[in-house]
């Protein structure tokens, strides 16, 4: 299958910082990118929906100002979280899809706000 | 609105033994359905989908599931547990092939030996 990385694996930062997550389809180019949240013993939430070249679609109730996602080439998504606070410590899972076909999950990268 | 509900938080089989995972759906439309495994701190790899035809679909490491209409399910199973498939079990459903999954609760299993 396709492969989908993301990076940084794991990140911690302080309070009131901002943390940028990489998400890169490697074999193949990504017309659409998600970006789900999946807090401890929770299941995965979708916060938005990316398309190359404009702008992300993002779920009821997640803060577009807060979680900023650009998706700017056919490889490339970032979720930069903003003024990150303790409350957003989560999993942060991305998956990417070429046209119709199925979603291909990057392995997630742990945030630590302390 | 689609949603999944996966009976079991937890669910604990002795390994060789039957597992069986529950998964129950609710679509206004034809649904497209996923069962996917995610070991600690790591993504979700796609064990099997049911998208059309044959409702039996069979998935990587031994697992298979049925997709029954008439009781909105798709039920996860594998005839012989291994310690390997100890692991959270996400099921999913989407209405348009490729795009927003909804998932369930998810399922943890654990093997004993």
């Known amino acids: 299958g396709a492969v989908v990385s993301q990076h940084p694996s794991r990140v911690i930062c302080k309070s009131g910082t901002s943390v940028k997550i990489e998400c890169r389809s490697l074999d193949f180019q990504a017309t659409t990118m998600f970006w789900y949240r999946q807090f401890p013993k929770q299941s995965l939430m979708l916060m938005a929906t990316?398309?190359?070249?404009?702008?992300?679609?993002?779920e009821q109730g997640v803060e577009k100002d807060k979680f900023l996602i650009n998706h700017a080439s056919l490889t490339l998504s970032t979720l930069t979280v903003t003024s990150a606070h303790p409350e957003d410590s989560s999993f942060y899972i991305c998956?990417?899809?070429?046209?119709?076909?199925?979603?291909?999950f990057g392995p997630g990268t742990r945030l630590t706000v302390l | 609105a689609q949603s999944v509900t996966q009976l079991g938080s937890h669910v604990s089989v002795s390994e060789g033994a039957l597992v069986l995972l529950r998964c129950n759906y609710s679509s206004s439309v034809p649904p497209y359905l996923f069962w996917y495994v995610q070991y600690p701190n790591q993504g979700l790899q796609l064990l099997l989908k049911?998208?059309?035809?044959?409702?039996l679909v069979k998935g990587i490491n031994g697992f298979e599931a049925e997709f029954k209409k008439s009781e909105t399910s798709f039920h996860l199973t594998k005839p012989s547990a291994h310690m390997s498939d100890a692991a959270e079990y996400f099921c999913a459903v989407t209405r348009e092939y490729g795009n927003k999954l909804v998932f369930g609760a998810g399922t943890i299993l654990r093997v004993k030996s």
């Open positions: 998956s990417a899809k070429q046209g119709g076909g199925e979603q291909f």
């Open positions: 049911y998208t059309t035809g044959a409702t």
């Open positions: 990316s398309n190359e070249g404009s702008k992300a679609t993002y």
